[in-house]
T-cell receptor
């Protein structure tokens, strides 16, 4: 079974530029999550999708961050314009369903963003 | 709001020995899940072990076991017969099922180094 795929793995941009990250969840997983992991901290949920609908985006900085999940499969997370404090690893995770038996989330390798 | 605290930023252990990582959490809920995730240097986060709050028996997975003290809101991870491959960042995480969209709340993590 293929895992959660993310690209790119690394990205360096200047502040005020825009950037987009892509995530392909495990096949059949209805729920998709985007987390932000700042160096030295645990991951923090940015947004959660159930199929192609948003379930929770309470911690997403909506003035600069946006995310979509077209057709309930792949997802993109965009930052525009980027700030220095956006430097972090962006993790994508998926789970079989909301309220599934195991509640287990499967994580991708992450995208390390550096904003200079 | 739920919080997760990992008071040990770094730990080290000799190969083949046993180490215990600490985690405390704060919640007023009675039904919840607790997890330990492992994040090796490659950054792919994987689930180590899971505990349902309604279960009194401590979870075990091969060399990994937990000491779940619900009244004390404590959830420690014991790794027996430590191996070099156990070197990683370990995150304790908390989830309330079917509320807040099954959001995982992570602690800040503990870096574990296994020495040969």
């Amino acid at each position: 079974e293929a895992g959660v795929a993310q690209s790119p793995r690394y990205k360096i941009i200047e502040k005020r530029q825009s950037v987009a990250f892509w995530c392909n969840p495990i096949s059949g997983h209805a729920t998709l999550y985007w987390y932000q992991q700042i160096l030295g901290q645990g991951p923090k949920l940015l947004i959660q999708f159930q199929n192609n609908g948003v379930v929770d985006d309470s911690q997403l900085p909506k003035d600069r961050f946006s995310a979509e999940r077209l057709k309930g499969v792949d997802s993109t997370l965009k930052i525009q314009p980027a700030k220095l404090e956006d430097s972090a690893v962006y993790l994508c995770a998926s789970s079989l369903e909301w309220g599934g038996l195991s509640y287990e989330q499967y994580f991708g390798p992450g995208t390390r963003l550096t904003v200079t | 709001a739920q919080t997760v605290t990992q008071s040990q930023p770094e730990m080290s252990v000799q190969e083949a020995e046993t180490v215990t990582l600490s985690c405390t959490y704060d919640t007023s809920e009675s039904n919840y899940y607790l997890f330990w995730y492992k994040q090796p240097p490659s950054r792919q986060m994987i689930l180590v072990i899971r505990q349902e709050a309604y279960k009194q028996q401590n979870a075990t997975e091969n060399r990994f076991s937990v000491n779940f003290q619900k009244a004390a809101k404590s959830f420690s991870l014991k790794i027996s017969d430590s191996q070099l491959g156990d070197t990683a960042m370990y995150f304790c995480a908390f989830m309330i099922p079917d509320a807040s969209a099954n959001k995982l709340v992570f602690g800040a993590g503990t870096i574990l180094r296994v020495k040969s």
